[in-house]
């Protein structure tokens, strides 16, 4: 993963008094989620350092955003609550996490999650990786985005763990800030979301209502939700005339392309790719993704409910025969 480190030297007494882990707040189980977008921030904040991150990145982009809370509130001493983290991380080393309050039923809607907590001794917060831990398989297929709070430990640590945590995810830049970068915060979330070529319209763009299927050859049958753009409308308007088959293959590992033998209108804007996302390239070639890449793109849709594991198994190794039909 690619990272942005905003590293400042601080005292390490500061080490997790920068960020600890919240007790109070929203996002316990069976919060109301809303339907503002594609995305959604979850993070956990003592201090409230990496709560202002999360806050910053759910103004930037309409996300949804919800606090990961501990199942018993962190103890006011801060000696305390150093010593309950240490023991926590020792026996999450064992294969004991600690309880949550917070749950999620699924993350179907999302497109990316961005994951913020705080670093306890070089490690993600422990409540953070107990939510992920419950919540591996939800969020399998899914691009995340990691953002912490330090007094002077790198993220490096904390990166894998959150990759042997939830390893079928798909993970993109992280973010790294300290109590001396924090001042500037609104501005380098801004540049680390361009440099990740998200904005608002992309995270935001309206899903239409228009399902098609995609059949693999001697395989699996999937089904896709398309953008509402011109560009799928066009290809509902072909794929009403007739089914439309698609001879792929395999490049950089991280896609199948294919031209369609027909030309449909480009809409192409920066765009940041995930596993199942379809794409139209140069206004004729048709791609699904099964990893991330980044580049000017149209984008179509994405395959509905698919794991970055499950989707590479059925479109297999080499070259691939896909058929694009309407759902019915």
Partial sequence: MRRIFLIQMMLSAALVSTASCTAVGPGTDGQEQSESGSCIVLYCSRTGNTERMAQAISTALGCDMIEVVPDTPYEDDYNAMLDRAGAELAAIEQGDYPAVATSVENFDTYDIVFVGYPIWYGHMATPMQAFLHEHADLLAGKR???FASSGSSGIGT???DAASLVPDAVFTESL?????????????VSVWL????????QINADMGNNKIRLTVEGGRTFTATLVDNTSAQALVEQLAKGDITVDMEEYADMEKVGTLGISLPR???PTTTGPGDLILYQGHNFVIYYDTNSWNFTRLGKIDNISQTELKAALGEGDVRVTLSLED
């Fill in 158 to 160: 904390s990166e894998r």
């Fill in 176 to 188: 790294l800030l300290t109590s001396s970068s924090l001042n500037s915060m609104e501005s380098l």
């Fill in 194 to 201: 361009e440099e990740m070529q998200i904005s608002d319209n």
């Fill in 144 to 146: 995340i985005a990691l």
């Fill in 267 to 269: 809409n192409d804007r």
